[in-house]
């Protein structure tokens, strides 16, 4: 199956400053990616659709001057978490479908933020 | 607006047991329904979707668009099966998944 990649797996940082997650699809082109973000013991929260060459669609209640999205090429999104507080701990999750369009999506691995 | 209901957080069932997880959706249109399993220390995954009526390791689910159900069932339990279990929905024309709040299950020996 397909295969997409995040990095950092696991950030620490100071309150204040910001942090970049990359979101990478390794075998093929996404032009949509979705992030995701869980909090301990609980589902998935879809924060934002990115897509390539185009401004993100945030879902309501997420800021988008605090979460920042790039999709700047077919197999790369970032997500910038700006000005980090420690409520913004938590677990970012990338994910893309591939253009068969089955409905799949396939998941990175997470990106564990912790902002002290 | 959609929901996704899974009504158990946690799940356990001796090996070669019955099992199943359960899961209730509320959606306006005709969605597509999914279910996704995250092993321990493991990114998430397909496990199966409605449209497919396929049987993956073992395990079925039938949409049953009157009770709007969409329950994961199998019916002898594995100590692999052990995992996080998180049914899905996709609304008409849309491309992202609206998760419920996912089951733990935890197969005996």
């Known amino acids: 199956g397909a295969v997409v990649s995040q990095h950092p797996s696991r950030v620490i940082c100071k309150s204040g400053t910001s942090v970049k997650i990359e979101c990478r699809s390794l075998?093929?082109?996404?032009?949509?990616m979705f992030w995701y973000r869980q909090f301990p013991k609980q589902s998935l929260m879809l924060m934002a659709t990115?897509?390539?060459?185009?401004?993100?669609?945030?879902e309501q209640g997420v800021e988008k001057d605090k979460f920042l999205i790039n999709h700047a090429s077919l197999t790369l999104s970032t997500l910038t978490v700006t000005s980090a507080h420690p409520e913004d701990s938590s677990f970012y999750i990338c994910?893309?479908?591939?253009?068969?369009?089955?409905?799949?999506?396939?998941f990175g691995e997470g990106s564990r933020l912790t902002v002290l | 607006a959609q929901r996704v209901t899974q009504p158990e957080k946690l799940l356990s069932v001796f090996k070669g047991a019955p099992v199943e997880l359960k899961c209730n959706y509320s959606y306006s249109g005709s969605p597509e329904l999914f279910w996704y399993v995250q092993y321990s220390r493991q990114r998430l995954q397909l496990l199966l979707r409605h449209i497919s009526r396929e049987s993956i390791k073992g395990f079925t689910a039938d949409l049953n668009k009157g009770e709007t159900s969409f329950h994961l069932k199998k019916p002898f339990a594995q100590e692999e099966d052990s995992a996080m279990y998180y049914c899905a929905l996709r609304g008409t024309g849309a491309n992202n998944l609206f998760f419920g709040t996912g089951t733990r299950l935890t197969v005996i020996p």
């Open positions: 075998d093929f082109q996404a032009t949509t």
């Open positions: 990115s897509n390539e060459g185009s401004k993100a669609t945030y």
């Open positions: 994910s893309a479908g591939d253009r068969s369009n089955t409905g799949e999506l396939f």
